[in-house]
T-cell receptor, first 114, second 113 residues
Framework: QKEVEQDPGPLSVPEGAIVSLNCTYS??????FMWYRQYSRKGPELLMY????GNKEDGRFTAQVDKSSKYISLFIRDSQPSDSATYLC??????????????FGQGTILTVHP | NAGVTQTPKFRILKIGQSMTLQCTQD?????MYWYRQDPGMGLKLIYY???????DKGEVPNGYNVSRSTTEDFPLRLELAAPSQTSVYFC????????????FGNGTRLTVT
């Protein structure tokens, strides 16, 4: 079993749709949860960052963490063609010797068509 | 402010050849990392460094070496390239540890034939 599971998609939605991206994980020590967005031929860039359980909203993006279920989600409202990218979840136990040892999901390829 | 710069962007190697992937950052970050990304596999940590002169292995270090003589530079060395090293390599940096976001370069696409 992989430590982090993410549905690779691909996911294709019409412009304006609500998109839900999800990851499950098995390591209960994970405390820091991130979503990275990666455009084609580019490096990942941080989109959302959450510590422990709860919700975080930033514009059209909402990140949710449910540690009891070991499940994290990213919601995109009013999706735009410019949101077309690969979305990677990442998580870390943090502190100590973790030193940026993020564990990534496989990435979900999202296409938003006009 | 260039951020994290990787060179070259593309490279084709023959089996058994060696090469160095260059990475430099201008943000004065202490932490630097090398990841590889294979299709459908996410990113895997190869090596990381918490400061000049200090490096350590990540999840998939075999076949690679690193050095960190300055804060800015973190080159990745491939010795005796193998087809299994065909991948996209990303260098990243962060000011602190895992609690701070990583800044990635745009990658080096390597093919070993």
């Amino acid at each position: 079993q992989k430590e982090v599971e993410q549905d690779p998609g691909p996911l294709s939605v019409p412009e304006g749709a609500i998109v839900s991206l999800n990851c499950t994980y098995s390591n209960s020590a994970f405390q820091y949860f991130m979503w990275y967005r990666q455009y084609s031929r580019k490096g990942p860039e941080l989109l959302m960052y959450t510590y422990s359980s709860g919700n975080k909203e930033d514009g059209r993006f909402t990140a949710q963490v449910d540690k009891s279920s070991k499940y994290i989600s990213l919601f995109i409202r009013d999706s735009q063609p410019s949101d077309s990218a690969t979305y990677l979840c990442a998580m870390s136990a943090g502190g100590g010797t973790s030193y940026g040892k993020l564990t990534f999901g496989q990435g979900t390829i999202l296409t938003v068509h006009p | 402010n260039a951020g994290v710069t990787q060179t070259p962007k593309f490279r084709i190697l023959k089996i058994g050849q060696s090469m160095t992937l260059q990475c430099t950052q201008d943000m004065n970050h202490n932490y630097m990392y090398w990841y590889r990304q294979d299709p459908g596999m996410g990113l895997k940590l190869i090596y990381y460094s918490v400061g000049a002169g200090i490096t350590d292995k990540g999840e998939v270090p075999n076949g690679y070496n690193v050095s960190r003589s300055t804060t800015e530079d973190f080159p990745l060395r491939l010795e005796l390239a193998a087809p299994s090293q065909t991948s996209v390599y990303f260098c990243a940096s962060s000011p602190l540890s895992a609690v701070s976001p990583l800044h990635f370069g745009n990658g080096t696409r390597l093919t070993v034939t």
